[in-house]
């Protein structure tokens, strides 16, 4: 399955941030959903900033544009603002994208739990991100940060609790 | 709030389920040497091949000496991770053989309280009163009953004179004859002398 880009790909002024306020916040708006729909097509969990500006998304090679640094700061900051991504350091060159928030992740594999039977019992994180059981889900190779979240989004529901062994952490569902 | 977590948190997560979470992590990271050496071998037995293409054939020997043993090694690995599922099977089923035990004594106890609210004695003198008031009942109707059907016989009796000395007179017999079947002709008016009486039987029944 290919993704599939938007027209407003390939279209030049797309990668220049627009002066008017209104166009810019349709611009804007564009870029991130595009952004997020490449990374959940993609399945990336983790952005360098550095290597964004190389990616196709915001490198169109076949028209010769692409989006510069601060621009890419720019969707980058408007994501944050919507919750869709978090900074990992101060200098603001990587970052977490949640292109599906914590709570859908974790209804996802609250689903499959009980839908296997599986409650009341223990999971341990690898075998819920990385596990021959969950082949096939969207959950499986998730990565340990945004799984742990999707637990605690399910912790606060009070359908699972997480529990932490001094070499690793493991989740019980209810 | 952090207390109350706490507190929460040792209410629901019990020492088996830590166990069964160690066994589990156990065997996750059996999983991943597992799937370490699978590779290795993968990488091994291209270089052997190499290695026999260049002519190599001793150091190929020696390479697939080696890969031998990683095989058993992931034999072994094999065994421990059944050994660890079936221990983690153990004890989440012990875990339910335990729920189990539980329901059935909290049923125990709930019969236990049931019977001493229904003691033997209660309902043996709950059953003999209700026997006699049934006896009572018995009497009454019988009484009742009976000071009716005398006049009802004779009622009955009247009234059966009455319809037998209505239909004394009977219809007329049909005077031409039917050309086909004699014995059903002979038949005929029997039948025609029955259906009275037959009638008057039906009213007494209606009665």
Known sequence: MSFEWPWQYNFPPFFTLQPNADTRQKQLA?????????????KLYTLDVMEAQES????????????????????FEELRKKGNLEWLDKNKSRCLVMWRRPEEWGKLIYQWVSN????????????LSNGDDTEGEEF?????????????????????EIITIDDGKGVKFF | MGNLFGKKKQTRVTE???????LKQQRDKLRQYQKRLNLHLDKERLLAKQLLKEGKKDKALLL???KRYQDQLLDKTENQISNLERMVQDLEFAQIERKVIDGLKVGNECLKKM?????????????????????????IDEMLTGSLSQEDEDAVLAELEAITQADV???????????????????????????????????????
């Open chain 2, 115 to 139: 019977h001493e609210v229904m003691s033997v004695e209660e309902v043996e003198r709950i059953m003999d009163e209700t026997q006699d008031a049934i006896e009572y009942q018995r009497q």
């Open chain 1, 56 to 75: 196709p998304v915001f490198n169109n090679k076949k028209i010769e544009r692409k989006l510069s640094m601060e621009t890419i700061q720019v969707v």
């Open chain 1, 140 to 160: 499986h190779c998730l990565e340990e940060w945004m799984l742990l979240r999707s637990l605690q989004a399910l912790q606060t529901q009070g359908k699972a």
């Open chain 2, 169 to 207: 007179e009977l219809p007329e017999v049909p005077s031409d004859e039917l050309p086909e079947a004699p014995e059903a002709r002979k038949e005929k008016p029997e039948r025609e002398r029955e259906r009275p009486r037959k009638k008057a039987e039906r009213e007494v029944l209606a009665v």
């Open chain 2, 16 to 22: 088996h389920d830590k166990a069964i979470l160690q």
């Open chain 1, 116 to 127: 296997n039977g599986m409650t009341n019992s223990v999971f341990t994180l690898y075998e």
């Open chain 1, 30 to 42: 564009a870029w991130c959903s595009l952004a997020l729909s490449y990374c959940r097509h993609q």
């Open chain 2, 64 to 66: 697939l000496k080696k």
